[in-house]
């Protein structure tokens, strides 16, 4: 492997093959695939050859062919003269017309990248759900079932694709709920897949999968424990302390807890990849870095959920921006019951402060004249511009954002969503990990701990918990954590994470204590596996439910340029009193991270919309939720299967929030906006825009007003028929909390002591962002580092006094 110093690109690591998709017959796949087909539905003018050339293709292939693909969806050239047109005239400088042209003229499923990324995003999908939708795709495989689902007698398979795309446009409106949420379904996945894998979208746009100018950075030399030959017998490794879990929670505890001379093992189910492969593509990214390839099990497809699953969890795939606990929300966990009162004191700010000062956040910018406005100015990207300019227009509340760089820098990297390859974000597998190595701490990656170990359990039962449930205690005493037990499988012989013949050993880490850091999803689903009985694990999770916003622009907006969040809008963020309500922000603009929830109307409209990304700017109202939900295992893989629908309160916040962006977005110049709120049409400017004119964004745009209405409405439908809400309108949340709720209650309403302990049990410990009371309102990455910092310290002092 080249040194990172002459390296000019990242080595992006190998993905182990594409799963077969056995869990569908041929006939069932040829229906899903001739769907998705439909989403990006290849388009040319009635007369290009390459109908021509199709239809002799085919002709000579026809026993092979899995479904109809005999025909491209045909238009009169005039109308493809215009699209392309248009799609031209939006770019500073416009990609050839032959590029715009192949780009609508794109098959997805001819592209084996496409469908190998296809296969993978379904591979995480739950047993079930792949059984019921294998059951509709066979009902779409016939006359009768056709019929019933799409008003037309032929199969799906065999329809041509302008027939299908039309069937999808019906479903996406259906007074079907279950049919509206299978249409989101396949427009969601096509689309995802598409920007992931597209040539012709990378040669439109000019996307690169890294920053110019690349340069690895630093990169710790980890020794990571390695585990004998695979056997029956089990491995044991014994410490003081082993914590579950190399996240935000778990690399802060690590390094305090070794910092104070104690031997510290911390285990981590995902692997350590290096700045020399960060950046990771878009495809590969989502497999290695996040949870369940970037799609966590939901009751409510229209909610999506990430969380980072590699060395280092959620710190490693953030975006860098670094947010203290609002005081309000301080005060609002402070006061929910007796014992809660440390958060407001001056230990918790000590903790919080400790935490900023280590990562750089609570550094201030200067440039050489020692003016900080000139340097705040130049951290923002366009869309963080767009943010506070408008703000002063609007009289909106806004400010620019601190990130954790050292030094003070500006992090100038928009792909950081993938992995940090420069170092210069202070994440936890580039400071507090690394701290804890040198503090003597040792680390295992690739390791699934199954359940914690307490007295009696030597960890020999295989797939389950401990002998006996143990019965939930508010009492201090209980069975003493012992350690965990767990599946270690190893790198390659390459050193990857792809190759077949790789080392697989049960391993039993035997500890005084055990701190269980695995983040809000996967903590309560370990706590229930070993046994524990408090039926509040799981439950009270908050999100920070997401609803997106683009708009595009005259002038090129370089999406990738500078940080991710570099500024927030804060005028909405208590709109019941209680402080509920959404903050308005930018967000990451990695292809699929901004466009694969754009609400379809057609392949047409989809594509052009996709080219014109180097003019887009996306933004989301991130809303405090009131209302929460559960998170639970899945009986038969044991993943976690998240149950939340964003109430009717929250719902209404986070379109007040929508409004709130596209407001801003008006007043900016915007010439196109657009909500991902489904069935709502674009916002396009007439003529040409004037942000310094006030006529241009106030109220007496009666165009834009009716647009806003129209947003409302549709998203606020009141049809009981729709249940009350758009269910196709998507959620997105990378901040899952309180599933192991703090409190000083006994456990009534609770599963850990304000110390982190959890009730009924000695030894046993909860550090990361699922201790929350609830939601924290911001990026919650300073909070739970601050409940770790808290928390590990606590068990310091107490090591102390024993």
Same mark, same amino acid.
């Given at each position: 492997?080249?040194?990172?110093?002459?390296?000019?690109?990242?080595?992006?690591?190998?993905?182990?093959?594409?799963?077969?998709?056995?869990?569908?017959?041929?006939?069932?796949?040829?229906?899903?695939?001739?769907?998705?087909?439909?989403?990006?539905?290849?388009?040319?003018?009635?007369?290009?050859?390459?109908?021509?050339?199709?239809?002799?293709?085919?002709?000579?292939?026809?026993?092979?062919?899995?479904?109809?693909?005999?025909?491209?969806?045909?238009?009169?050239?005039?109308?493809?003269?215009?699209?392309?047109?248009?799609?031209?005239?939006?770019?500073?400088?416009?990609?050839?017309?032959?590029?715009?042209?192949?780009?609508?003229?794109?098959?997805?499923?001819?592209?084996?990248?496409?469908?190998?990324?296809?296969?993978?995003?379904?591979?995480?999908?739950?047993?079930?759900?792949?059984?019921?939708?294998?059951?509709?795709?066979?009902?779409?495989?016939?006359?009768?079932?056709?019929?019933?689902?799409?008003?037309?007698?032929?199969?799906?398979?065999?329809?041509?694709?302008?027939?299908?795309?039309?069937?999808?446009?019906?479903?996406?409106?259906?007074?079907?709920?279950?049919?509206?949420?299978?249409?989101?379904?396949?427009?969601?996945?096509?689309?995802? !897949?598409?920007?992931?894998?597209?040539?012709?979208?990378?040669?439109?746009?000019?996307?690169?999968?890294?920053?110019?100018?690349?340069?690895?950075?630093?990169?710790?030399?980890?020794?990571?424990?390695?585990?004998?030959?695979?056997?029956?017998?089990?491995?044991?490794?014994?410490?003081?302390?082993?914590?579950?879990?190399?996240?935000?929670?778990?690399?802060?505890?690590?390094?305090?807890?070794?910092?104070?001379?104690?031997?510290?093992?911390?285990?981590?189910?995902?692997?350590?990849?290096?700045?020399?492969?960060?950046?990771?593509?878009?495809?590969?990214?989502?497999?290695?870095?996040?949870?369940?390839?970037?799609?966590?099990?939901?009751?409510?497809?229209?909610?999506?959920?990430?969380?980072?699953?590699?060395?280092?969890?959620?710190?490693?795939?953030?975006?860098?921006?670094?947010?203290?606990?609002?005081?309000?929300?301080?005060?609002?966990?402070?006061?929910?019951?007796?014992?809660?009162?440390?958060?407001? !004191?001056?230990?918790?700010?000590?903790?919080?402060?400790?935490?900023?000062?280590?990562?750089?956040?609570?550094?201030?910018?200067?440039?050489?004249?020692?003016?900080?406005?000139?340097?705040?100015?130049?951290?923002?990207?366009?869309?963080?511009?767009?943010i506070l300019d408008s703000a002063i227009k609007l009289n909106f509340e806004a400010d620019s954002l601190l990130q954790n760089c050292k030094g003070g820098k500006p992090h100038d990297d928009g792909h950081c969503h993938l992995g940090c390859g420069s170092a210069e974000k202070q994440g936890t597998s580039v400071s507090w990990l690394p701290a804890?190595?040198?503090?003597?701490?040792?680390?295992?990656?690739?390791?699934?701990?199954?359940?914690?170990?307490?007295?009696?359990?030597?960890?020999?039962?295989?797939?389950?918990?401990?002998?006996?449930?143990?019965?939930?205690?508010?009492?201090?005493?209980?069975?003493?954590?012992?350690?965990?037990?767990?599946?270690?499988?190893?790198?390659?012989?390459?050193?990857?994470?792809?190759?077949?013949?790789?080392?697989?050993?049960?391993?039993?880490?035997?500890?005084?204590?055990?701190?269980?850091?695995?983040?809000?999803?996967?903590?309560?689903?370990?706590?229930?596996?070993?046994?524990?009985?408090?039926?509040?694990?799981?439950?009270?999770?908050?999100?920070?439910?997401?609803?997106?916003?683009?708009?595009?622009?005259?002038e090129e907006t370089k999406p990738m340029d500078k940080g991710i969040i570099t500024s927030i809008c804060t005028s909405f963020e208590d709109l019941d009193g209680a402080y509920h309500g959404p903050r308005l922000e930018s967000t990451c603009m990695v292809p699929y991270a901004i466009l694969a929830n754009l609400p379809w109307n057609s392949s047409?409209?989809?594509?052009?919309?996709?080219?014109?990304?180097?003019?887009?700017?996306?933004?989301?109202?991130?809303?405090?939720?009131?209302?929460?939900?559960?998170?639970?295992?899945?009986?038969?893989?044991?993943?976690?299967?998240?149950?939340?629908?964003?109430s009717a309160l929250d719902r209404e916040h986070a379109v007040e929030g929508v409004i709130g962006i596209a407001r801003l977005c008006h007043a900016a110049g915007a010439n196109e906006i657009r909500s991902y709120i489904a069935h709502t049409r674009p916002f396009i400017r007439s003529g040409k825009a004037d942000s310094n004119t006030s006529k241009?964004?106030?109220?007496?745009?009666?165009?834009?007003?009716?647009?806003?209405?129209?947003?409302?409405?549709?998203?606020?439908?009141?049809?009981?028929?729709?249940?009350?809400?758009?269910?196709?309108?998507?959620?997105?949340?990378?901040?899952?909390?309180?599933?192991?709720?703090?409190?000083?209650?006994?456990?009534?309403?609770?599963?850990?002591?304000?110390?982190?302990?959890?009730?009924?049990?000695?030894?046993?410990?909860?550090?990361?962002?699922?201790?929350?009371? !609830?939601?924290?309102?911001?990026?919650?990455?300073?909070?739970?580092?601050?409940?770790?910092?808290?928390?590990?310290?606590?068990?310091?002092?107490?090591?102390?006094?024993?």
């Open positions: 492997m080249a040194s990172p110093k002459t390296r000019t690109a990242p080595d992006t690591p190998l993905l182990a093959p594409a799963p077969l998709g056995d869990w569908w017959d041929d006939t069932q796949w040829a229906v899903f695939m001739s769907l998705l087909d439909a989403v990006l539905a290849p388009v040319v003018a009635t007369g290009d050859v390459r109908i021509e050339q199709q239809k002799n293709a085919n002709a000579a292939h026809a026993d092979n062919l899995p479904f109809n693909r005999s025909t491209f969806k045909r238009v009169p050239k005039t109308e493809l003269d215009i699209a392309v047109a248009k799609t031209r005239d939006a770019f500073i400088t416009p990609p050839d017309t032959s590029a715009i042209v192949d780009c609508l003229a794109d098959r997805a499923s001819d592209n084996p990248k496409f469908l190998m990324g296809v296969r993978r995003t379904l591979n995480g999908v739950s047993l079930k759900d792949k059984s019921d939708l294998g059951g509709l795709l066979t009902l779409l495989s016939s006359r009768a079932g056709a019929l019933m689902l799409t008003g037309y007698c032929t199969p799906v398979q065999n329809q041509p694709v302008h027939v299908r795309e039309k069937i999808l446009q019906n479903w996406t409106t259906s007074w079907i709920p279950t049919v509206r949420k299978v249409s989101r379904m396949f427009t969601a996945l096509a689309q995802t !897949s598409w920007l992931m894998s597209a040539p012709m979208f990378r040669q439109v746009t000019g996307y690169t999968d890294f920053p110019k100018n690349w340069k690895a950075g630093p990169s710790f030399d980890y020794k990571f424990v390695q585990f004998g030959q695979e056997s029956n017998d089990l491995e044991t490794l014994e410490t003081d302390i082993v914590i579950v879990g190399s996240g935000c929670g778990g690399a802060v505890c690590a390094k305090i807890l070794a910092s104070a001379g104690h031997r510290v093992v911390v285990v981590e189910k995902g692997y350590h990849f290096p700045q020399s492969q960060l950046p990771m593509p878009q495809n590969e990214g989502a497999r290695l870095l996040f949870e369940n390839s970037g799609i966590v099990a939901s009751t409510d497809p229209a909610v999506s959920v990430l969380a980072g699953a590699c060395w280092g969890g959620g710190g490693t795939i953030n975006w860098s921006v670094s947010l203290r606990t609002p005081d309000r929300v301080r005060q609002e966990w402070a006061k929910g019951q007796p014992g809660m009162s440390f958060i407001t !004191s001056p230990a918790f700010d000590a903790s919080m402060d400790r935490v900023c000062d280590f990562m750089g956040v609570n550094e201030v910018i200067e440039n050489p004249s020692g003016s900080t406005a000139a340097a705040v100015d130049d951290e923002q990207s366009h869309r963080g511009r767009v804890a190595a040198r503090a003597g701490a040792q680390f295992v990656e690739g390791f699934h701990v199954e359940r914690v170990l307490f007295e009696g359990d030597d960890g020999t039962a295989v797939g389950g918990a401990a002998a006996s449930s143990i019965p939930h205690s508010a009492s201090a005493a209980g069975p003493k954590a012992i350690g965990v037990v767990g599946t270690w499988l190893s790198r390659d012989a390459d050193g990857g994470v792809a190759g077949e013949k790789r080392t697989k050993q049960r391993v039993v880490i035997k500890a005084n204590k055990v701190i269980v850091s695995c983040g809000s999803l996967w903590s309560p689903v370990i706590l229930k596996k070993s046994g524990l009985a408090n039926p509040q694990i799981g439950k009270n999770l908050h999100l920070h439910p997401c609803n997106f916003v683009s708009a595009y622009f005259d047409v409209d989809f594509k052009t919309a996709a080219m014109r990304y180097q003019h887009l700017d996306g933004f989301i109202s991130l809303t405090r939720d009131r209302d929460p939900g559960r998170v639970f295992p899945d009986p038969v893989t044991g993943q976690p299967i998240v149950d939340y629908v964003p241009d964004y106030k109220k007496d745009n009666p165009a834009f007003e009716a647009w806003v209405k129209e947003v409302r409405s549709a998203a606020l439908s009141s049809n009981p028929l729709w249940g009350g809400w758009n269910v196709a309108t998507p959620f997105a949340s990378a901040h899952q909390m309180g599933t192991c709720r703090m409190g000083d209650d006994g456990g009534k309403a609770s599963v850990v002591n304000p110390r982190g302990q959890v009730w009924g049990t000695q030894g046993l410990y909860v550090a990361d962002a699922s201790v929350f009371p !609830s939601a924290s309102g911001v990026n919650p990455m300073v909070s739970a580092m601050t409940f770790a910092d808290w928390i590990a310290n606590g068990i310091v002092q107490e090591l102390a006094a024993n």
